[in-house]
């Protein structure tokens, strides 16, 4: 294939002949992509993909922030993200159930960062391929198209209503199935990812941090130091950002005090903070008693997210729960100094 | 220090500047010093992406770039508002590698020679991604190793300065870093002409085609001797061998490098079949309009 | 000025074998070969070691010296 | 530290941490992506899963694969007292000042071992040698758990040139202990 615009409408195409696809791009890929990515959601095809996270050019790099796959999140693409090397791998293996189902039939991202999960060596275990053939059985697609009159020419404009509100119905639905999907595999693989959102270290707390992505296993350590000290302060590990739990982030409000957001991404002139924040906030304003919402950009770029910031957010957090109220809504973490790193 | 005042006058009478991020020994920084020299200082360059970052941020002439999927595009929009100001003193040379101009921006390129652009596109053609780990392009010959192709291509190279001569330009030329004095002239000729001009450069890669960095030059001699990299130029449609040698057998290429190491001696006939037929082919043609 | 290229082997010149061709200069990637009255000059500052005016010149006046 | 083969050097360590039933984690840092630019890559071995992805800042031991490097600043940034150099340098382990109080400095001259046993090149491959010096200086891997993982990279001859490569590397390294 010469570019990923090519790339996306070949496996689009492939996936409608019937066949199982894969593929994977970043950053500049993903965007020059975008006119393609379109149309799995919309021609509803189970393709998988891997996004691996890299900050957009320019002003970016080779190394990883979540703004290139946040910038499709309209697509109708559910995206899922992963934390180390296991879970991607564990992941694609779900996602093609996913994608397959027949109550869903959307494409699948799996999302992970470039370099600190790409380009990280660690031991990962591969499952045995009779055991995935077996949870994973041929695939036939059976769903060719809502509306066959309209696939080859201009759709009427009814529906294309209809077809987008199915594609949003059927992603209301792929939260019952993530979970489903994830709890079958767990009990047959011996690993499991709490389908959408995963809670760690959150008994008797008052606040918690939202991670996604790869700063998800720092922050697990930090959190436990904190926890050893005597704070109380948890984690919550987004992994399905499409489709939103929205129903899990409204309990968990019931619960926690303070939720603090790490945004490794932003939106430039947003209402304010990182794509994640808004989107949660969004979930949480219909709830009378709402929790204070503190929000970090942070490992923008690809910088590294270290422990000394984890730790910074963590006790800006703990600081609102005491105080009642929140100083900054939106910090920037990167551009203070937060003396040696470690 | 006096060897330092020396270099920094020499860097920029050359319009380089000293240290560039290449590897040892690759062929776009010596092309980028000749060229420069040809062209002279009053040159924009627009291009990106990552080899060719690598070799164009260390000019001393304006550049630009923005990624692989835009190589003509950005350099139109130069050229366009060069006219609009009036000013024709300028050069606008557009750049990119084998991957951008011949798969991702083909249709780019394409699309500004069919247009007509005022600007020379060049593409350093170094016959594979090569600073994204060796990935094969549609550039890469026939029977090399990329680690996309472990076996070798099966597909041969695409034609490029061919294809984009049909588009009826008025000049197309294939240049090499062994032959200075031809590059320079060609590149001097390319600017004097209005319209869309085509350099086709093919930039021995010492990371990607496995051969010692100290082989370069003598790797783009062979290139051109054993008439794998014939040497020529389509001036409104008519053909011109700029460089005639008496053909060595593509072995002595071959053998420099270890991308063919694999190649059994019946691939690597027909590789020199193949080679004898386009030079025929081409001897035939030496002066004869081409373009239809 | 700090080192910013690793290198292993450097060129020298033995400036009485060396006929003043300037291949070396013609052919060095970098730039970092000059030749001027007093000879052939290398910019070590920016010789990457890739040893191109090694295999240019046709007198073999110059080698490649490991670096310290 | 290096670009000669720093990233793949890694890998194979962490891979001979792997084969004694540690747990490893290798992260690279690239510099420019070109041969010969350098590169840092960090490495983590630890008895139980590794779970942070974060760069490391305050390394027990560095290990710098070019003589040009030790010079630069950037190498010594973060080494802190009691921590382990090993460093591919020609001069004696207690000639070396890094500007901190170190618990051990090991020196080889690897890119000599390098060209006898593959060749002159313009960069040569010090990784392997490095390696060996490494196992013998840190005692955290293995030699026979770091010549499976080589042979398991590069089957055949060129497996073996780069197991005597670091054989020779454990045998030649000179050690300096506080």
Known sequence: MEGEHTAMAAAAAASAAGARVFTASAAQGIVYMEEALWMPPGRRLPVVMCMVNRAIAPLGGLRPDHNDSLLQRDTGWIQLYCENSQEVLDTVVQAYRIAEDRRIYLPVAVCYEGYFVSATAIPTAAPDQGEVDDFLPPYKHELYSLYPEDYHRPPFPMNIAKARYEVQQAMERAKGVIEEVDEEYAKRFGRGYDGLIEEYACEDVEAVLITMGSMTGTARDVVDELRGEGKPIGLVKLRGFRPFPTEEFREMAMRYHVIGVVDRNTSFGSAGGGVVAMELARALYPLDDRPLLLNFHVGLGGSDVTINQIRYMAERVLEAYERGYVEKEVEWVELLDLGEVM | METDRIFDEYYEKSLIQGGNLCCPGCGGPLFWRMALEALGPKTIVFGDGPCAMCAIRFLRVPTFGFHFSFVADGATGISAALEMKGRDDITVVSSGGDGAVGDISFNKVSAAAERNENLIQICVDNEAYMNTGIQKSGLTPFGAWTTTTPLGKESPKKNLPFIIAQHGVPYVATVSISHPADLKGKLRRAKEIRGFKYIHFVSPCPTGWRFHPSKTVEVARLSVETWIWPLYEIVDGTLRLTSKPKPKPVEEYLKLQGRFRNLSPDVIKLIQSNIDGKRERLLENDGERIVF | ?68 | MGGQGAVLGTLLLAEAAFREGKWAQKIPVYGGMRRGGAVTVFLRIDEKPIRRSCGIYEPDAIVVLDPALIKVEATRTGLRKGGIAVLNYRGKPEEVNLGVELSKVATIDATAISTDLFGPRAIPITNTVMLGAVSRATRWVKLESLYEAIRRQFPGRIGELNVEACERGYESVEVWEA
């Not at chain 3, 060095?28 to 030749?35: K, N, S, Y």
């Open chain 3, 1 to 68: 000025m700090s080192i910013q290229f690793v290198r292993a082997f450097r060129p020298e010149v033995d400036n009485e074998r060396c006929i003043r061709c300037g291949l070396c200069q013609t052919f060095c990637p970098e730039g970092t070969a000059l030749l001027t009255e007093r000879g052939v000059l290398f910019d070590l500052r920016f010789c990457k070691g890739c040893g191109i005016c090694t295999n240019e010149c046709p007198v073999e006046a110059i080698r490649m010296v490991r670096e310290e």
